[in-house]
C-alpha cells in the first residue's frame, strides 16, 4: 500500500486537529471547500483526485451539532461519488451519544439515527474518543473503534507528581472508568452520588462514598458543558478536607456560563483534549489542553497499513 494513497482531509469544525495529524503523519492536508449560504444550506467540495484512495475525514460534531452533522455526511457522500476507495470518518465528539436509549415515552433514539445516517451515506470505518455511551458501536453495521483519551490524560497527570492523590468518580455510572484512571495512577478511588431530574443540565450531589481528607483529588469525566456537576463535586471536595482538586475530561464542550463557574470553584486545573476545538466560549487560564492528534495519527496508520489497533486500548 504506497503512502500516497492515504488522504486526511478536515471538516470545518476540526482544523487545527486536522494539521496536526496530518502534520505527525507526515502527510499534505486533503484539499476542500465548505460554503454556508445564507439560507442555512451548506456545499460541500472536494479540492483533489481521491480515486482510488483512502480517505480518513476528521470532523466532530457540535458547535453548530446539527450543521456540523450534515457537513459530516455531506462530505461522505462527496468522496464516495467522487469514487474514493475507503472512507473512515474520524469523530473526535460524537455529540449525539448521549441520546443512545429510549429512557421515557416517545423520544427518539437520536444516537442510532444519526449511526445509521453515517453507514447509509457510504462511510467504512468510524474511530471515535471516549463514547458517552460504548454500546452506540452496536449501533453501526461497520466497524467502530472508540478510542481512549485516559493515556494521554493521566500521563499529563502523573507529570504533576502529585502526593496523596486520590481519583474521582462524579456520579456511578462513571465509576468504572474511573476505576481505570485510579488504577493506571495507582491511586485510590472515590465516587460522588449524582441525582438529576430534568433535562435542565443541572445535577445536585447528595453524597460521597470514600476517603479524600488532606488528599489531591482529581475529578475524572468523559465530558463537561456548562462546568455545574465538576463546581459541585469540587466544592464537596473541599468540604470533605481535600487538599486540593483538579479535573480532567476528555470532551471540553463549554457553553454559557461555563468557564464563570470553572474561575469560582475549587478547581485549580481543568486538563480537556482538543477533540472540541470551536468552542463558543474563551477558555479560561485554568484550561490546560491535552493533544490527542498522536492518537488519532496512529491509529490512522495503523488502520491503513491493515495492523492491530488492539495496543491503543491496552
Request: aromatic content about 6%.
Amino acid at each position: 500500500m504506497r503512502d500516497d494513497e492515504l488522504v486526511v482531509i478536515g471538516g470545518s469544525a476540526s482544523p487545527l486537529l486536522t494539521k496536526e495529524i496530518c502534520q505527525i503523519l507526515n502527510v499534505p492536508e486533503g484539499k476542500g471547500e465548505v460554503l454556508r449560504f445564507s439560507d442555512g444550506n451548506l456545499f460541500v467540495k472536494v479540492g483533489q483526485n481521491v480515486r482510488g484512495r483512502h480517505v480518513y475525514l476528521v470532523q466532530s460534531t457540535v458547535f453548530p451539532a446539527n450543521d456540523n452533522f450534515m457537513e459530516l455526511l455531506f462530505w461522505v457522500d462527496a468522496l464516495k461519488r467522487a469514487s474514493a476507495a475507503s472512507i473512515t470518518v474520524i469523530i473526535p465528539y460524537f455529540s449525539y451519544a448521549k441520546g443512545d436509549k429510549k429512557d421515557e415515552p416517545r423520544v427518539s433514539i437520536r444516537a442510532r439515527v444519526c449511526a445509521q445516517s453515517i453507514e447509509a451515506v457510504g462511510a467504512d470505518r468510524v474511530v471515535t474518543l471516549d463514547l458517552h455511551a460504548p454500546q452506540i458501536q452496536g449501533f453501526f453495521g461497520i466497524p467502530v473503534d472508540d478510542l481512549y483519551a485516559l493515556p494521554a490524560l493521566t500521563d499529563t497527570i502523573a507529570a504533576e507528581n502529585l502526593s496523596d492523590l486520590v481519583i474521582v468518580s462524579p456520579d456511578a455510572g462513571f465509576a468504572k472508568k474511573a476505576k481505570q484512571y485510579a488504577k493506571r495512577l495507582n491511586a485510590p478511588l472515590a465516587i460522588a452520588d449524582k441525582e438529576r431530574v430534568d433535562h435542565t443540565e443541572n445535577a445536585r450531589i447528595v453524597d460521597l462514598i470514600g476517603d479524600v481528607d488532606g488528599k489531591n483529588a482529581v475529578i475524572v469525566d468523559d465530558f463537561t458543558i456548562t462546568m455545574g456537576t465538576l463546581a459541585e463535586v469540587a466544592d464537596c471536595l473541599i468540604d470533605r478536607g481535600a487538599r486540593s482538586v483538579r479535573a480532567a475530561v476528555t470532551h471540553g464542550v463549554f457553553t454559557g456560563k461555563a468557564m464563570q463557574r470553572l474561575d469560582a470553584s475549587a478547581i485549580e486545573t481543568l486538563y480537556v483534549t482538543d477533540s472540541v476545538e470551536n468552542s463558543p466560549v474563551t477558555a479560561s487560564s485554568r484550561v490546560h489542553t491535552v493533544s490527542v492528534a498522536p492518537l488519532f495519527a496512529e491509529a490512522i496508520s495503523r488502520i491503513h497499513r491493515r495492523e492491530s489497533l488492539s495496543i491503543l486500548f491496552s
